[in-house]
């Protein structure tokens, strides 16, 4: 039993010191493979402790040369640390950008408030912008004055009445009579110092202004984007307009970054074949043809012709809008409500209050 244990003990303590020395193996081939220098230092220091002659300056000077570079880029990686990031570009300062000058027709009717307050609030995303407000009336209404006022807008209110023989009557279509015309022209001719305003800014803009004139009626649809593509107009710049012309959307055809001819459906003859949306006008070229207006007497679908032919060649037309492949406009339109049962409660006395602006 004794020769027994005796036997284990010495099998465990072969095998611990079998053990031991595999580790030391291991543990002296990993020290070879990462610190060849410490291995060089130990040999050369072996080599001074017994006498012999030993060359210590070059391990000596690479291991310096090391240190050096890892505290050089350790102070580079600092100074990095310490710099500020760099500021983001910076758009253009409101003041640096051409003012946009939106011409909007309007005429009393039920929605032309619920029109105008959606239309403001478009408009109120766009920097660098002035409303150019044109009533068809006699004199200014307070429901279009007090939406000016609250609209926190640059504006200008302008009031011109349409000509008896120019209205449409009741139950005629639109196409009848061009809407619109005498405002549009009125406010062509405040931009020309003709003077007419009755609210707002007063002043027409300064000879050599920068700036576009876009005419937008209070009933279409526009995305914000639109207004940044027309602003940096020279000429006359064009884009497509949806939902119009019997078509999901009517616009200038482009090769090559110009226009050479246009998609519509209805007289595609005519000279300008665009929507009253579907183009801007640079503010110089404007002043610098004083008779070009729009023409009330104009056959249907030709009331943009008759402005754009004063002022621009087809083939000089500037594309936006990724080369016209982008509706940004829409030509919407409200539905006229019914008030049937308004109507008969005013017949019993009992209508909306009168005084409640809608």
Request: glycine share 8%; net charge positive.
């Amino acid at each position: 039993m004794k020769l027994k244990l005796k036997n284990v003990f010495l099998a465990y303590f072969l095998v611990s010191i079998a053990g031991l020395l595999y580790a030391l193996v291991q543990l002296a081939k990993g020290m070879d493979r990462t610190l060849p220098l410490m291995q060089r230092f130990r040999d050369s220091a072996t080599a001074l402790s017994s006498g012999q002659p030993c060359d210590c300056l070059p391990p000596l000077r690479a291991a310096a040369e090391q240190l050096r570079q890892k505290d050089l880029r350790i102070s580079q990686l600092q100074a990095e640390l310490r710099r500020p990031p760099p500021a983001p570009a910076q758009p253009p300062e409101p003041e640096a950008l051409p003012t946009i000058y939106v011409v909007t027709p309007t005429y009393a009717r039920l929605v032309q408030k619920a029109e105008l307050v959606r239309l403001s609030q478009t408009l109120s995303l766009v920097p660098r912008l002035h409303w150019l407000l044109v009533e068809d009336a006699e004199s200014p209404t307070p429901l279009v004055s007090g939406l000016l006022a609250a609209s926190g807008l640059l504006f200008t209110h302008l009031v011109v009445l349409t000509p008896k023989a120019q209205r449409l009557r009741e139950g005629e279509p639109g196409w009848v009579h061009p809407r619109g015309v005498e405002q549009r022209n009125k406010a062509l001719d405040w931009l020309r110092g003709r003077g007419g305003a009755v609210g707002g800014e007063k002043d027409p803009p300064p000879p050599g202004t920068q700036g576009v004139v876009y005419f937008a009626d209070d009933d279409n649809t526009y995305s914000r984007e639109l207004f940044e593509e027309m602003r940096w107009t020279r000429g006359v710049s064009v884009w497509p307009v949806g939902l119009v012309g019997g078509l999901r959307f009517e616009g200038p055809q482009v090769r090559d970054g110009r226009v050479v001819g246009f998609h519509t459906a209805w007289e595609p003859n005519r000279p300008f074949p665009v929507d009253m949306a579907g183009f801007a006008v640079a503010l110089p070229l404007l002043l610098a043809k004083p008779n070009a207006q729009f023409d009330s007497t104009a056959p249907r679908g030709h009331l943009e012709s008759s402005l754009l032919s004063h002022l621009v060649d087809p083939k000089d037309l500037e594309p936006r809008a990724a080369n016209c492949t982008r509706v940004l406009v829409w030509h919407t339109r409200t539905e006229k409500p019914k008030m049937k049962q308004e109507e008969q409660l005013q017949r019993q006395g009992r209508g909306s209050d009168p005084a409640i602006e809608v």
